[in-house]
């Protein structure tokens, strides 16, 4: 499976769009347990968060002449917020 269209055309949008879900779900699970009262769990729930986050972030910057990466971000933070609330 060596095929690099494939993988720069599908995979890592795909990987990039999930990215930005997980961090968005992480978001609200952190902000939920400190209103239930949960504190001890936040930090470890941001670590993880943030590690997401620049991840994703790092793709987006290392490829910044490719217009397409700018455009998977916004649809994965929006998912993430209606499927959350």
Same mark, same amino acid.
């Given at each position: 499976?060596?095929?690099?269209?494939?993988?720069?055309?599908?995979?890592?949008? /795909?990987?990039?769009? $999930?990215?930005? *879900?997980?961090? &968005?779900?992480?978001? !609200?699970?952190?902000?939920?347990?400190?209103?239930?009262?949960?504190?001890?769990?936040?930090?470890?729930?941001?670590?993880?968060? /943030?590690?997401?986050? $620049?991840?994703? *972030?790092?793709? &987006?910057?290392?490829? !910044?002449?490719?217009?397409?990466?700018?455009?998977?971000?916004?649809?994965?933070?929006?998912?993430?917020?209606?499927?959350?609330?």
């Amino acid at each position: 499976m060596n095929n690099p269209e494939l993988c720069t055309g599908v995979i890592l949008p /795909i990987h990039r769009f $999930l990215a930005r *879900i997980c961090d &968005v779900s992480m978001e !609200r699970i952190r902000v939920i347990s400190i209103a239930k009262g949960i504190a001890y769990l936040t930090p470890v729930i941001a670590f993880f968060e /943030i590690v997401i986050w $620049l991840l994703a *972030i790092k793709v &987006v910057m290392r490829d !910044r002449s490719n217009k397409q990466t700018f455009l998977e971000l916004p649809p994965g933070l929006q998912w993430a917020r209606i499927s959350g609330s």
